[in-house]
């Protein structure tokens, strides 16, 4: 306790001088979370590298120093080289240069986590707002299966299934999508439950709504915040969930470039081209870390308890 | 008697991302040793707040910004926080709203009477279990012994909230906040424990500040009673006159406005308009856009207090102006 | 008697979930590409070997009845043979539990022991300048690859300083030094009992890496989880109740707040261990331990179906078994748990 002594701010009870006579600076709520983003330095840096590593994705071919090496062409004569002017990050065991494949890796990393999200959203949320709102038979049943799927670890689902179907990348997706959609049918059904009970709801039926409309009008917008933040946590999971099948060779196949995929090619090399591991693996932190922070940042914006 | 507890010009105000909430605006009451005092008002009105204030527990964002807060002569609000840690529960102590949220869950209720005893004196473990046994049935307890061994949750609210009075009383404060006591009960527990506490108070000569927005809790058992609008004080008196002879347009309201049997059969009389949203940004009298006998040096300036009597105190103009309606 | 109940009715809930995992699991045995009899006979074998090898193992009997076949059989602990090693799979798991094991329970040792006091701490900075580089800190945990963490320490602590072991569980040298007796197959114990301070020491430098390795998602979780409960723990009304009456700071975090804030963070400590089943496999690889997720890559490899089938079954009973426990604790600390 002692220690925070020393990172103590100002005391609680600071007085404030002010007009008080001044109406209050009125804020929307977008403007809050930009505002509340902007004053976090932490929060301002992982949008920033988000942003970034989508640029890489999408313009790949365009900022790569060396395109077609990225994409897989080899280029035997420059193998295990040190970062240097030529190749700012050394080049790997095929002679490729690492920067590219850094920024092609970017691709799978970005596209298959938003595709394997977004289909656990979509997924997971009617399922959850039906189990949630109707409870009896239906919610059993849907908890039943999503318990039984949540009782395998999801890496041992996703490995059982890419090995019955051959390793790929989109194998490896659809592995994780099977693993992923359980989580968002639990959160949703949570919400839905703890809102069905509030008082909006009941009196809302009591004038007659359709169950559809309560769900759709009264429910669903007030689950998408805790969506919202945990897909964006999740987005980091997913990332480190593909890196990690490929490391084992269960998701992108060589020659295309992926992060997860290059620290495996890397580890025989430890000891004399340490880069070739490394990089990737820092790219990989820095992405999850960044989602990982936006996700944060937002659960702080959305909780009306919690002031910054 | 000199007063125990005087609040002067207290301001408070939240920091909100929107912007600054001014909530009290300027309150000043005195209560002396031995009276229950009442602070009635509705949900909103800087009531709860300015109690928490007292024993400086206002959450983050929120700051008292002006004003003092006498305590046996003592400002408050210039005292250290270990200061304050040996007044809070042993000099003044507090009693909540909701019994159940304000008891640990994990904790036994018997332990929880220990820690406040350990925390205040010196008693040994003998010592302590007894007074607490001793005070648990001063506050009309049955089977203390197995309150005793229960969690919070066994309990009934109306026992909750006599355990909250046993942890209150057991150091032996010289003032204890009430914060509305009664709200969250059934109406015929409300009943009880008003007496309880105006037994506790005349047999120990201690003194209530009772927070409530039920006119008939005040009438129960307030010496005296003070009314809060929208972060202000309206109007303060001894309860029977303030119920009798109210000379604040919005205590007139208030009363006009219970619906009493003997008005059985005409139409409710509610007070038009709703309480501003940002009462620290008006200029003049913070009830003015619902006033029934506004006129038009009422929007220019704040009133300041007014003597109908000594101890009759009204903001209104139409006090000093000696036209008032009652 | 109310938590006897409650356990009897969460044991038998999770037989069930059991039972449905053998289905699913029996399940993908079947759907399996290729002939699991023509596997077990190897890549030469003729058709009237693999006609006969089916009749033998029942291959052509109703689905139903093979299910029966395949149910007794687990209920005998007989979850077949690995086609690599041909010894019974049962046999391969249990004699690589003890290492395994061992990694899991030090990480989880080392995550608890860092992770609560991290995010008790973490909370109080709230607001304060501090808090930036205390919740960067934890976030960094759940954020690093763990494969590539292992490789990381294995360069810097292994390669670059060469303080510590890359690989493996003990020094190979050790078997003919200082054997470690093998009482209970956790060579931490085991060496200790025994005396054996030059293999202990061995023993836990080997460790070290891979279960910090393991433990640093964990860390970060468990930090967050304490983090974020212990601060809606001290919004909370008894909490104010407690400052009210002058209770010290101290008594209210470590006690009157931490108590409550451990119940969740419970079902995340059960939460993380689950993960470190599969965080061991990573783990394992990297640091060649020979524990049950080496064998499980293996297996992968090989493609080696009953040791696939038995380990995924294996895992994920005790998986469940752990959730299990989580959910018992949970409701024998927390008394308002309703055991309904």
Not at chain 3, 254 to 271: D, E, Q, S
């Amino acid at each position: 306790m002692s220690l925070s002594k020393l990172f103590l701010g100002k005391s609680a009870e600071k007085l404030p001088d002010g007009d008080f006579d001044s109406p209050p600076p009125d804020r929307s709520g977008w403007q809050h979370t930009l505002y509340v983003i902007q004053r976090d330095v932490l929060a301002l840096f992982s949008v920033g590298w988000i942003l970034f590593i989508i640029f890489c994705a999408v313009f790949a071919p365009i900022i790569s120093p060396y395109p077609e090496q990225g994409q897989g062409r080899n280029n035997a004569d420059d193998r295990l080289l040190e970062p240097s002017t030529t190749y700012l990050l050394g080049t790997d065991n095929l002679g490729r240069d690492m920067v590219s494949r850094l920024i092609y890796g970017t691709r799978p990393a970005i596209m298959a986590s938003l595709i394997v999200v977004s289909a656990a959203v979509m997924i997971g949320t009617p399922l959850g707002a039906i189990a949630g709102y109707y409870g009896g038979w239906l919610d059993e049943l849907i908890m039943r299966t999503t318990d039984l799927f949540l009782a395998f670890p999801s890496l041992l689902l996703a490995m059982a299934i890419v090995s019955l179907a051959g390793p790929s990348l989109i194998n490896a997706v659809i592995a994780l999508v099977v693993s992923w959609w359980p989580w968002y049918t639990r959160l949703v059904r949570s919400t839905t439950r703890s809102l069905r009970e509030q008082y909006f709801v009941e009196a809302a039926r009591s004038i007659g709504v359709s169950d559809a409309v309560i769900i759709r009008r009264h429910i669903l917008p007030n689950t998408i915040t805790p969506i919202i933040v945990q897909a964006t946590i999740d987005i980091g999971t997913v990332i480190l969930a593909t890196t990690s099948l490929a490391f084992l060779g269960l998701g992108t196949q060589p020659p295309n470039a992926d992060w997860g995929l290059m620290i495996e090619e890397g580890r025989q090399f430890l000891r004399q081209a340490w880069w070739y591991s490394m990089f990737p693996g820092i790219a990989i932190f820095l992405t999850v870390l960044a989602f990982n922070l936006v996700g944060d940042t937002l659960r702080d914006i959305f909780d009306p308890k919690q002031y910054r | 008697m000199s007063a125990l507890l005087e609040v002067e010009n207290l301001h408070i105000a939240f920091d909100t991302p929107r912007g600054t909430l001014q909530v009290v605006n300027d309150v000043s009451f005195s209560i002396a040793a031995g009276e229950i005092f009442g602070l009635v008002g509705e949900s909103g009105c800087g009531k709860s707040v300015t109690c928490l204030s007292i024993l400086r527990l206002i959450p983050k964002p929120g700051a008292i910004t002006k004003g003092q807060i006498k305590f046996q002569g003592d400002d408050l609000l210039k005292k250290s926080n270990r200061a304050m840690r040996r007044i809070r529960g042993n000099d003044i102590a507090m009693i909540f709203q909701d019994p159940f949220t304000s008891l640990n869950p994990v904790f036994k209720v018997g332990q929880q009477l220990l820690n406040v005893l350990k925390q205040h004196t010196d008693l040994n473990k003998q010592a302590a279990t007894a007074r607490i046994l001793d005070v648990l049935d001063s506050v009309g307890l049955p089977d203390i012994e197995r309150v005793i061994k229960s969690y919070p949750h066994e309990l009934s609210g109306g026992q909750q909230q006599r355990v909250m009075i046993a942890m209150a009383l057991i150091s032996e404060p010289r003032l204890i906040v009430a914060d509305e006591p009664t709200t969250a009960l059934d109406v015929t527990i409300q009943a009880q424990i008003l007496h309880l506490l105006r037994e506790l108070c005349d047999a120990h000569g201690i003194s209530v500040l009772l927070i409530t927005h039920d006119l008939g809790v005040v009438s129960e058992v307030c010496d005296r009673s003070a009314v809060l609008y929208a972060g202000k004080v309206v109007e303060t008196a001894p309860t029977q006159v303030l119920l009798a002879n109210p000379q604040h347009p919005y205590t007139q309201g208030l009363l006009a406005a219970l619906p009493i049997s003997s008005k059985r059969g005409t139409q409710l009389q509610a007070i038009e308009g709703t309480v501003p949203a940002n009462p620290g940004s008006i200029k003049g009298c913070v009830f003015a856009s619902r006033c029934p006998q506004v006129h038009e040096r009422c929007y220019d300036a704040q009133p300041a207090h007014y003597a109908v009597n000594p101890e009759h105190q009204t903001a209104c103009y139409l006090v000093e102006e000696g036209v008032s309606d009652a | 008697m109310q938590k006897l109940e409650y356990t009897i009715r969460r044991l038998f809930l999770s037989l069930v979930v059991l039972l449905g995992m053998t289905v699913v699991t029996f399940t993908l045995t079947r759907i399996v590409p290729s002939n699991p009899a023509a596997l077990y006979l190897g890549a030469r074998a003729r058709p009237e070997q693999v006609e006969a090898a089916n009749e033998e193992l029942g291959l052509n009997d109703p689905i139903p009845q093979q299910y029966a076949r395949y149910l007794g059989d687990l209920l005998q602990g007989d979850l077949g043979d690995s086609l690599a090693t041909r010894r019974p799979v049962t046999t391969e798991i249990s004699s690589r539990l003890a290492a395994t094991g061992e990694l899991l329970l030090v990480s989880l040792i080392i995550a608890v022991s860092i992770g609560i006091p991290l995010g008790v701490f973490s909370a109080q900075l709230h607001g304060k300048p501090a808090d930036i580089f205390v919740r960067a800190f934890s976030i960094i945990g759940v954020s690093l690859p763990q494969f590539w963490l292992g490789l990381l320490l294995q360069l810097i602590f292994g390669l670059w300083l060469g303080l510590l072991p890359l690989a493996s569980r003990v020094d190979s040298t050790l078997r003919f030094n200082s054997p470690i007796e093998d009482i209970t197959g956790f060579f931490l114990i085991d060496s200790l009992v025994t005396g054996n301070w030059v293999a202990f020491q061995d023993v836990a430098l080997h460790l070290i890496l891979p279960a910090v390795t393991l433990a640093a998602y964990p860390i970060g979780l468990i930090a967050r989880m304490t983090r974020a409960t212990m601060l809606e723990v001290m919004q909370q009304n008894y909490i104010r109740t407690a400052q009210a009456y002058g209770l010290g700071q101290r008594l209210i975090v470590y006690r009157y707040a931490l108590k409550n804030a451990i119940i969740p963070t419970l079902t995340v400590i059960g939460l993380t261990f689950a993960y470190s089943l599969t965080g061991a496999f990573y783990v394992e690889i990297i640091f060649n331990w020979p524990g049950l997720g080496l064998f499980t890559a293996r297996s992968f490899l090989n493609l080696d179906f009953p040791a696939i089938m038995g380990i995924t079954l294996f895992g994920a009973s005790g998986y469940i078994l752990i959730n299990l426990l989580i959910d018992l604790l949970q409701a024998y600390i927390d008394p308002r748990v309703s055991l309904s």
